[in-house]
């Protein structure tokens, strides 16, 4: 019994590394590819990535963490998106084409999946850092909203959304209103507000290794791929920096072993 018990959980935790590297291959494939074939992969990624997130919260945390993943990214994710199409706040008058599948008032669906997909690794990540709390609540936000100086860029060029006025805009990334990232970063620090709130994660555990891989992972494969691959070497430098104040401080923890004394939180099998 305690063996058959075992091995479901063993078969269980390895769902989260499958998933992960089918999405890893995924986006190998996406600048390999273009038109159609490549708005199937941009589809195709987000729904991975959005299994892969949600299933985490799952079977590491229960279902209320889970729940509160789809509430605060998911739902919220669609509603501010439904509002910024129809009224142009907080993130600019903007229109999507008909490339990234059915659309619920004016909002491609996948769009809240995209934020639900990186919202979790983003969460847990910032749990790494010794800091308070509410300052964790800021550093996942921060990183969730810089991350958008990568997909807002691409997907721009790709032509799968537009500004209708899209100025002022960063230097070397035209096409898209600077209040665009500024509206992201204070949706995102209420998506982790609710998030801290009602999924009580609060404590790194081991088995959080595959998003810590996915975040680490979409950070640099970004950084790859706007400066080789996609031409976009200006997003690449914007979103390395930035996203990377967010990153690099968690990739530093986990690689530079804590001071013997420190006052470390205890990490829960």
């Given at each position: 019994?305690?063996?058959?018990?075992?091995?479901?959980?063993?078969?269980?935790?390895?769902?989260?590394?499958?998933?992960?590297?089918?999405?890893?291959?995924?986006q190998?494939?996406?600048?390999?590819?273009?038109?159609?074939?490549?708005?199937?992969?941009?589809?195709?990624?987000?729904?991975?990535?959005?299994?892969?997130?949600?299933?985490?919260?799952?079977?590491?945390?229960?279902?209320?963490?889970?729940?509160?993943?789809?509430?605060?990214?998911?739902?919220?994710?669609?509603?501010?998106?439904?509002?910024?199409?129809?009224?142009?706040?907080?993130?600019?008058?903007?229109?999507?084409?008909?490339?990234?599948?059915?659309?619920?008032?004016?909002?491609?669906?996948?769009?809240?999946?995209?934020?639900?997909?990186?919202?979790?690794?983003?969460?847990?990540?910032?749990?790494?850092?010794?800091?308070?709390?509410?300052?964790?609540?800021?550093?996942?936000?921060?990183?969730?909203?810089?991350?958008?100086l990568?997909?807002?860029?691409?997907?721009?060029?790709?032509?799968?959304?537009?500004?209708?006025?899209?100025?002022?805009?960063?230097?070397?990334?035209?096409?898209?209103?600077?209040?665009?990232?500024?509206?992201w970063?204070?949706?995102?620090?209420?998506l982790?507000?609710?998030?801290?709130?009602?999924?009580?994660?609060?404590?790194?555990?081991?088995?959080?290794?595959?998003?810590?891989g996915?975040?680490?992972?979409?950070?640099?494969?970004?950084?790859l791929?706007?400066?080789?691959?996609?031409?976009?070497?200006?997003?690449?430098?914007?979103?390395?920096?930035?996203?990377?104040?967010?990153?690099?401080?968690?990739?530093?923890?986990?690689?530079?072993?804590?001071?013997?004394?420190?006052?470390?939180?205890?990490?829960?099998?």
């Amino acid at each position: 019994m305690l063996q058959s018990v075992l091995g479901r959980r063993a078969g269980r935790s390895d769902w989260p590394w499958a998933l992960l590297g089918v999405l890893v291959l995924a986006q190998i494939c996406y600048p390999l590819t273009s038109g159609g074939t490549r708005a199937a992969f941009t589809v195709a990624t987000v729904v991975i990535g959005y299994l892969l997130s949600v299933t985490h919260a799952l079977l590491s945390r229960g279902p209320r963490a889970a729940l509160a993943l789809v509430g605060a990214a998911t739902l919220g994710g669609f509603a501010v998106e439904a509002i910024g199409v129809a009224t142009g706040f907080p993130f600019g008058t903007y229109v999507y084409s008909g490339q990234l599948g059915p659309k619920l008032l004016g909002v491609p669906l996948i769009i809240p999946l995209a934020w639900t997909w990186m919202a979790w690794p983003a969460w847990l990540a910032a749990q790494r850092l010794p800091i308070a709390r509410w300052a964790r609540v800021g550093v996942a936000a921060f990183g969730l909203a810089a991350w958008d100086l990568f997909l807002d860029p691409q997907m721009v060029a790709e032509g799968y959304w537009r500004w209708l006025s899209p100025t002022p805009a960063l230097p070397g990334v035209p096409g898209i209103p600077v209040g665009n990232y500024l509206g992201w970063l204070g949706f995102a620090v209420v998506l982790m507000t609710a998030l801290s709130h009602f999924s009580r994660v609060h404590e790194p555990r081991p088995g959080d290794a595959p998003m810590l891989g996915l975040w680490f992972w979409t950070y640099a494969s970004s950084v790859l791929a706007h400066a080789v691959f996609l031409s976009l070497p200006a997003s690449a430098a914007w979103g390395g920096v930035l996203m990377g104040a967010a990153v690099l401080p968690v990739a530093i923890r986990l690689l530079i072993p804590a001071r013997p004394g420190a006052d470390l939180r205890r990490v829960r099998p």
